[in-house]
Antibody, heavy 124, light 108 residues
């Protein structure tokens, strides 16, 4: 079965960087785009960006463009999301999710499988 | 496009049916509207996409409908595992990607 398993919770200081991993199984990793989203306490889910796991192309939300980097390791079927210059407003649960399109060059922007979420707390 | 979900919380009993609403501030192109179920500490689960198409493994007692600006998720014969938070999402292009604020379905 399709599974996306994320790395564990983290506590970070303001100004630091964070990286969350998303290990996938149960399908051909390079055939589906992987997205990253987050949900801050009391806030709505928010899309951060995606990576084409086949060719490595990325697209980021303008809100995070200058602070986020999404990468992948095809040999490990794993995607990574790095966010830099952390501030308290970045405290959130971060999710990876598989795009709903089975065509690797078409991004549907809905999400058919999700990781369990990773809580990142930014606090001094 | 802003998505407004109502009610915020819905109390119901197993066996009953519930209807959740998602209203968009602008017309949703091509009915690009999805519904998700989310339980605390778990991965969100896709229920419906393209407004009315059930995702893989979703039972037919869960259905989506609507077009334009008004969309509905109906869950018939509530089962214990249905008590959760439900989100709608508009998609199509990255700039259109927004989520509703959620409806919590709780046990009465």
């Amino acid at each position: 079965q399709v599974r996306l398993v994320q790395s564990g919770a983290e506590v970070k200081k303001p100004g630091a960087s964070m990286q969350v991993s998303c290990m996938t199984s149960g399908y051909t990793f390079s055939s589906y785009t992987v997205h990253w989203l987050r949900q801050a306490p009391g806030q709505r889910l928010e899309w951060m960006g995606w990576i084409n796991t086949g060719n490595g192309n990325t697209k980021y939300s303008p809100k995070f463009q200058d602070r986020v980097t999404i990468t992948r390791d095809t040999s490990a079927s794993t995607a990574y999301m790095e966010l830099t210059s952390l501030r308290s407003a970045d405290t959130a649960v971060y999710f990876c999710a598989r795009d709903g399109s089975s065509y690797s060059n078409i991004v549907a922007y809905y999400f058919d499988y999700w990781g369990q979420g990773t809580l990142v707390t930014v606090s001094s | 496009t802003v998505l407004t979900q109502s009610p915020g919380t819905l109390s119901s009993s197993p066996g009953e049916s519930v209807t959740l609403s998602c209203r968009a501030s602008h017309s949703v192109s091509s009915n690009y509207l999805a519904w998700y179920q989310h339980k605390p500490g778990q991965a969100p689960r896709l229920l419906i996409y393209d407004a009315s198409i059930r995702a893989t493994g979703i039972p037919d007692r869960i259905s989506g409908s609507g077009s334009g600006t008004d969309f509905t998720l109906t869950i018939s014969r509530l089962e214990p595992e249905d008590f959760a938070v439900y989100y709608c999402q508009h998609y199509g292009i990255s700039a259109a990607l927004t989520f509703g604020g959620g409806t919590k379905v709780e046990i009465k």
